[in-house]
């Protein structure tokens, strides 16, 4: 079962520096391993992570085979006003979790 | 799988560089005087090499340089910690090392020549080798995690160097209200005692269990998973059922720094606040291994799995926790096989001859309550350059068997710390 762990300042002053750290449990299976039997395990792995603010897009990934597994993505941003990020993944067979915390801006 | 015994280039332009420096100083066999072997750190590796040097060639002069005239074991320091065992338990000292034929100074040795062969001692005095053993333990690497440095240690014990800081980890549990938090901060791979953050819980709660039922512990581990961990897993559910909880690495566990004023652990997503804090940092080879110029850039040793010699350092062998020994953890027991093979490789290098390959065995035991032990061993030998494990040797205590079979492993275990203690020190 997949899960995140998110990380986002519950509070923050306008033009601060923020820094957002967010851990999504998965696999990331690369595709290119066999079984004992010879057959290849079928890949799995998150393709895609995006952040939005407020509903606008800020921050965006592509994730490929070679990113380990259980992904820890960080990445920093201005805040600006108080508000809401959501965090989505997907990738393969059908994979799509999302997150979301809250800021304060004074 | 043939591709597991091609040479890679890297290892075939080091067993080049081995032989060019092994050309490049010729073993002094016309020399007059019996041949020296200096042995600096009086563990279980250093103490059991000097012996065995002794006990194989009694020609050879053997000098064993150990500041401390007492050793404090770490193998049984969580009972210690856990009220079970008093600290004099663990100790002991070198008489009988001397009274074999071994030199023993009390010194710490600061510096090593390797070019002129002579180490350094603290009281401005040196000694001169033909051979160096280094067995020097680990450093605790007080830079790795924020805010934790010697003055915090005082405030949180790592407790992973015998002795002071065993006693104040079970002074802080002994003063702790029930009803506490007690958070044990492990570290990734490799580090002393694989097993030793997980015994130490099982064993931390069975004194909570007895004395402070009310109170929990919490493992924050930097590693996903760990040595025998379906066993621990199980008996922390056997044992202590909703007390013990550990986060690993992917649920967020990895502590990077801590704040002493307030017993706070901090990890990239929250802090945990605890009565009593253990905080195990990740280490490195003793400093004496960094002064000799026999660590890489991973802060431990590589060396020869046949010699334990040096990559780096000529005549110099690192044996113990300090060396990079491959599948071989980082236990007494390693230390102790590793000191007879390279006490048995230097006497044969002294004497022109060529070591045999060797074949080297460790068992850890592990105590998840005093009457319950569990196990793992090993068997390995050189492949590729470094240790590897022998498919299909060794493996662990099994899963489900009733408690009677774990009180006998607990009883094993008491006769094997008897015994090897026995075997370097008594």
């Known amino acids: ?106 | 799988m043939g591709t597991s015994h091609r040479v890679s280039r890297r290892e075939f332009v080091g067993a080049s560089a081995a032989t060019v420096t092994a050309l490049a100083f010729p073993l002094p066999a016309f020399a007059q005087a019996a041949p020296r072997v200096v042995v600096i750190g009086g563990g279980f590796g250093g103490a059991s090499c000097a012996r065995a040097l002794k006990q194989i060639d009694p020609k050879l002069q053997v000098t064993l340089v150990e500041p401390n005239k007492t050793f404090t074991a770490c193998p049984f320091s969580n009972i210690v910690i856990a009220g079970l065992r008093s600290i004099e338990a663990q100790q002991f000292g070198y008489d009988k090392i001397a009274a074999g034929g071994v030199t023993v100074v009390a010194q710490a040795a600061t510096a090593v020549n390797a070019a002129a062969r002579t180490v350094g001692l603290a009281d401005g005095t040196s000694l001169s080798y033909d051979r160096l053993v280094l067995s020097p333990g680990i450093d605790l690497r007080f830079d790795a995690l924020q805010g934790y440095d010697e003055a915090a240690a005082a405030k949180m014990p790592h407790a992973w160097k015998a002795g002071e800081q065993t006693l104040l980890l079970r002074k802080q549990l002994e003063a702790m209200d029930d009803g506490g938090l007690v958070v044990i901060a492990a570290p990734a791979n490799p580090f002393r005692c694989p097993p030793g953050p997980y015994e130490r819980a099982c064993l931390i709660a069975h004194y909570l269990k007895t004395k402070k039922p009310r109170s929990k512990l919490l493992i924050l581990d930097a590693k996903d998973t760990f040595s025998k961990q379906r066993l621990f897993q199980n008996a922390w559910k056997e044992l202590y059922p909703g007390m013990v909880e550990w986060i690993s690495l992917s649920q967020g566990g990895k502590v990077n720094a801590v704040d002493p004023a307030t017993n706070t652990l901090i990890t990239d997503f929250g802090n945990h606040t605890a009565q009593v804090a253990n905080v195990i940092p990740p280490q490195r080879a003793g400093r004496i291994a960094t002064v000799a110029g026999a660590t890489d850039n991973t802060g431990w040793c590589a060396i020869d799995p046949v010699t334990f010699e040096s990559k780096s350092a000529p005549n110099i062998h690192v044996i113990g926790d300090a060396c990079l020994a491959g599948a071989m953890p980082k236990s007494a027991f390693t230390a102790n096989a590793q000191a007879k093979v390279c006490a048995a490789a230097i006497a044969t290098l002294i004497s022109g001859g060529t070591p045999a390959t060797p074949k080297l065995i460790n068992t850890c035991y592990s105590l998840a309550a005093p009457d319950y032990g569990i196990s793992v061993a090993g068997v390995y030998q050189p492949k590729n350059g470094l240790l590897a494990d022998v498919e299909g040797a060794g493996g662990v205590s099994p899963a489900d068997v009733p408690r009677e079979f774990r009180a006998r492993e607990a009883d094993y275990a008491q006769s094997w710390f008897a015994t090897i203690t026995a075997e370097v020190f008594g």
């Open chain 1, 1 to 106: 079962m997949a899960s995140a762990l998110i990380n986002v300042p519950a509070k923050a002053k306008r033009g601060d520096i923020i820094e957002i750290k967010t851990l999504m449990s998965h696999i990331m299976e690369t595709g290119y391993r066999h079984t004992t039997a010879g057959e290849v395990v079928p890949r799995d792995i998150i393709t895609s992570f995006t952040c939005r603010f407020n509903g606008s897009e800020i921050f965006r990934t592509d994730l490929f085979p070679a990113i380990s597994a259980n992904p820890f993505i960080t990445f920093f941003t201005t805040a600006t006003e108080s508000g809401k990020f959501e965090f989505e993944w997907t990738g393969d067979q059908g994979f799509s979790e999302t997150a979301s915390a809250s800021i304060t801006v004074e």
